[in-house]
């Protein structure tokens, strides 16, 4: 069974975005907590949560990723941004308790010129401050492309973060495919030695999540441009490998290739789906 899905707009609540998924033969999908470029969140509608919960269930959906905004950066230059994303987080986790047992994915930030070491820091004290021993939500670190100053390019960066967290058992990581292949992890022709590396590095019992994820740019390029499967500089092939992999293909993939519709998702879906072995 491959569980897949894609980003869905959340504007219209969660009844809503189970129902694109069935539409489209989807299992799971993401979503953000908030408006992307920041802001108010909307109010919990508990009759919509409630609504959207008994079709998971019916459909029998996977765990669903919730992905912070953008604007969140834990380990700004700005203390005043620093505390607003921390702001951010905690109400996006108390949130998340309307939907126990699910993941919330964040970029760990950009260290805006401050150093590795002191932006690593800044993103451990913000967990530190945020999770707490009760919540039932996985709290996901995205791999990044390393554009700029972003922390989380190399995995060696995300293995610093989570040895500072207090609790790592709520935490994991959440392997984006386009991002990886950008800060120069050759998932094309070296998937097994990349998986390695991460199962050294980080270890794979960390690997929670997929954003699957073809990209416009050659390996190493720091630049962070999503195109759409079988598109850009992965390609198809490369692509049915990692949902195919034994060590991925128990986790859930979710697409955030540049669609302006839903249909095209569901081609995007279908289209591996065909590719997938059943192992
Ligand atoms: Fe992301
Ligand atoms: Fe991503
Ligand atoms: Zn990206």
Request: charge should be negative; hydrophobic fraction near 35%; proline fraction near 3%.
């Amino acid at each position: 069974m491959l569980h897949i899905g894609c980003h869905l707009s959340a504007s219209k609540g969660y009844l809503a975005m189970g129902k694109d998924a069935v539409k489209i033969h989807a299992d799971t999908f993401q979503f953000f907590t908030r408006n992307p470029r920041g802001g108010k969140a909307k109010e919990i509608d508990e009759n919509d949560i409630a609504a959207f919960l008994k079709l998971a269930e019916e459909q029998r959906f996977t765990t669903i990723l919730a992905h912070a905004p953008y604007t969140m950066n834990a380990c700004s230059k700005d203390a005043g941004i620093r505390g607003f994303s921390r702001e951010m987080m905690a109400d996006d986790l108390r949130r998340m308790e309307y939907l126990p047992g699910n993941f919330y994915n964040f970029h760990p930030g950009s260290h805006v010129g401050q150093g590795m070491d002191t932006g690593i820091l800044l993103i451990t004290e913000q967990l530190n401050a945020v999770m707490n021993p009760e919540q039932h939500t996985t709290v996901l670190l995205e791999t990044m492309a390393g554009k700029g100053s972003e922390v989380g390019g190399r995995f060696e960066e995300l293995r610093r973060i989570m040895d500072g967290v207090r609790l790592p058992e709520k935490l994991g990581v959440c392997l984006d495919t386009c991002h990886v292949y950008d800060a120069g992890y050759d998932i094309v022709n070296h998937l097994d030695d990349v998986l390695d590396e991460f199962d050294s590095v980080i270890g794979l019992e960390y690997l929670k999540a997929v954003h699957l994820n073809d990209s416009m740019n050659p390996a190493g390029s720091h630049k962070d441009r999503h195109a759409k499967i079988g598109e850009g500089s992965l390609g198809f092939e490369a692509i049915c490998r990692i949902i195919n992999h034994p060590k991925l293909q128990h986790l859930f993939f979710i697409l955030e290739t540049p669609h302006d519709t839903l249909e095209g998702y569901g081609a995007e879906i279908a289209l591996l789906r065909s590719c997938h072995q059943e192992g």
